[in-house]
């Protein structure tokens, strides 16, 4: 039932469409399903109810592609350009309102977005470069971070059950956050589970707020005190950048550790469900089985909206100037016209996927995250010569989610390799970090990547683990 506010007489084009709603359980069991259905019957654009608002999703491949490239300034991310936002027929409490109003360069155009994403480059770019020391230093750190999840794993002893979502998968992205913002130890501890708490609950409005106040503090230390850090060097990059710019960008981490730590969880999926590819993990192609899980299982399945600047065409649809379109990447890969001629059983994949954006609102941190994935995924299966969902691959539980397609749990049994003994490494109570340079009271990060986490980030690992 659609109220008045989106009656006919209101709004024409869209609205006078018969909607369907994309929410359901047949969506959150298989989307592709649904995305088959409403190719046959739409095409590759379809008009749809998002939690009873009414938008076009676009499926098709050269649809999506064409929007995420934007000629000519044809598409907005600004929530101001979305027609019935701005004429307040959005109602206030429309679950997903708060994210499309961010003030960030996610959601800006034009000069704006360009000068923050060039912070974002510039941030980067130490810790993607290869070779370069920071990292290198940042390998080793993810390297340690992931030894130290399994160590917590396998206390229970040589064989047992576990978590991979929560208690592998999505905690690493947290940890190695820290090393790029280069927060103080304690401080790092709380952003951690706050960042936690976030993503999952309970207490994300809690959450929200002590982790922006610690951003925003943050960015004030590092204007007075430069570090080896991701906000140090966007303030190098853009020194006009206030605080609290500083602050609202940072706080777009949560959103790229989400989409980390789900596609680590979907690659491991993959990998220990697919026989074909957990053969080509064991040769060592790690990286293009991350690639081959982003093109068929794209952590990201669903894009946030982008708005028409003017009457556009799109297939068989006409797409009035302020209406909201949602990109679809899973339903652009399964696009016949391009990923009609993939078998699940291939390792083979291509580049020319969609997972990682395309213009404007490309992925800075491809690199990165491919990274992560890799090496969480190669400690994990060197540590552990089995693991197993304890439940057929068919129920195990999805995240009910409009943007992220992930397992809310990956519940296993393991058994330890022979060479792993399962001993979590010292703590840092009990061997501590020496300063570093910049700042003595960073993380490890910044003083050669050699010191073990505090005490507190393993009990927190612990608490995830005892709560299973």
Same mark, same amino acid.
């Given at each position: 039932m659609i109220s008045d506010r989106w009656s006919p007489s209101a709004v024409e084009g869209l609205i006078s469409l018969p909607l369907e709603s994309l929410l359901t359980e047949d969506y959150e069991a298989d989307p592709a399903l649904v995305h088959e259905r409403l190719r046959a019957r739409y095409g590759p654009v379809a008009p749809i109810d998002v939690l009873g608002v009414p938008v076009w999703f676009a499926i098709g491949y050269d649809e999506v592609l064409h929007i995420m490239q934007n000629p000519r300034d044809m598409w907005s991310k600004r929530v101001d350009h979305w027609r019935a936002y701005a004429e307040g027929r959005v109602p206030a409490d429309w679950p997903l309102l708060a994210l499309l109003q961010a003030d960030n360069s996610g959601f800006h155009d034009g000069e704006r977005h360009r000068a923050l994403r060039g912070a974002w480059i510039a941030g980067l770019r130490p810790?993607?470069?290869? !070779?370069s020391e920071q990292a290198q /230093? *940042?390998? #080793?750190? @993810?390297? #340690?971070h992931c030894d130290d999840l399994a160590g917590v794993l396998a206390e229970g002893g040589p064989s047992g059950q576990a978590d991979l979502a929560a208690q592998y998968g999505r905690p690493f992205p947290l940890l190695v956050a820290n090393h =790029? =913002? !280069?927060? &103080?130890?304690?401080r790092g501890e709380e952003m951690v589970e706050d960042q936690w708490r976030l993503l999952n609950g309970p207490d994300s409005a809690g959450a929200y707020q002590r982790l922006h106040a610690a951003l925003l503090e943050l960015a004030r230390v590092k204007r007075q005190r430069r570090g080896d850090?991701? %906000? +140090?060097? @966007?303030?190098?990059?853009? %020194?006009? =950048? &206030?605080?609290?710019? *500083?602050a609202r960008e940072l706080m777009m981490l949560s959103g790229f550790l989400d989409f980390t730590g789900s596609l680590i969880c979907n690659v491991v999926f993959e990998a220990i469900t697919? $026989? /074909? =590819? /957990?053969?080509s993990v064991s040769i060592g192609a790690i990286e293009e089985v991350v690639n081959r899980v982003a093109l068929t299982n794209p952590a990201l399945a669903n894009l946030t909206f982008r708005y028409a600047r003017t009457e556009v065409k799109l297939g068989r649809f006409t797409i009035a100037p302020g209406d909201p379109v949602m990109l679809s990447i899973a339903g652009a890969h399964a696009d016949p016209r391009f990923g009609g001629a993939l078998a699940r059983d291939s390792v083979r994949s291509t580049r020319a996927h969609l997972a990682w954006g395309a213009g404007p609102h490309r992925c800075p941190s491809q690199r990165l995250a491919t990274q992560m994935s890799t090496i969480a995924v190669r400690r994990l299966l060197e540590r552990f010569s089995t693991l197993k969902p304890t439940q057929p691959a068919e129920r195990l539980p999805w995240r009910p989610s409009p943007f992220v /397609? &992930? *397992? +809310?749990? *990956? $519940?296993?049994h393991y058994e330890l390799s022979r060479s792993f003994s399962g001993t979590p490494r010292p703590e840092a109570g009990d061997e501590p970090a020496p $300063?570093? $340079?910049?700042? !003595?009271a960073q993380d490890g990060a910044t003083d050669g990547g050699d010191a073990r986490p505090r005490s507190g980030i393993l009990a927190f690992l612990r608490r995830l683990r005892g709560a299973q």
């Open positions: 810790f993607q470069e290869p !070779g /230093r *940042l390998e #080793r750190a @993810m390297v #340690r =790029l =913002l !280069g927060v &103080t130890i304690e850090d991701l %906000p +140090s060097y @966007m303030i190098e990059a853009k %020194p006009d =950048l &206030t605080d609290e710019e *500083l697919n $026989p /074909r =590819l /957990r053969e /397609r &992930t *397992l +809310s749990a *990956l $519940p296993v $300063p570093a $340079p910049n700042d !003595g």
